[in-house]
């Protein structure tokens, strides 16, 4: 499961979330950012070889994640602190991708998480 679904099942169910002592930096992206990136590259005909990164461009912290998550919610989530196994930071180069398609994702985090909240019956 993904840190979203886990914030998400913490909200709905009142259980305990692992939350990084250590800083854990990601880039986030929505779903309908993605589609929008394939399509880019099926238009634009590139060959089958080429590798793109599609990620977010936010750069955010796991811990921040879960705040945000809890401001647009009103809920307080039950926090367990903990050292977790897991790369500090995972982040994309975007800038091929921006340069050959011109693509960069529109929808930003907040909003994504606002509509994850509403699709979830949480807000």
Known sequence: KGIMSKIIQSIKEKK??????KEKIRNYINSLDIAE?????IRYNTPPSKIYNVCGIERTDTRDLI???ELKSGHTLKKVFNDIEDENIVVG??????NELNFK????????VIKILKNEKLL
Do not use: S, Y
């Open 67 to 69: 705040k945000l998550f």
């Open 105 to 112: 994702p529109k929808i930003k985090l907040e909003k994504g």
């Open 93 to 98: 180069n975007t800038t091929l991708i921006e």
């Open 16 to 21: 305990e979330i692992n939350v990084p002592t």
């Open 37 to 41: 990136a394939i399509e880019k590259i």
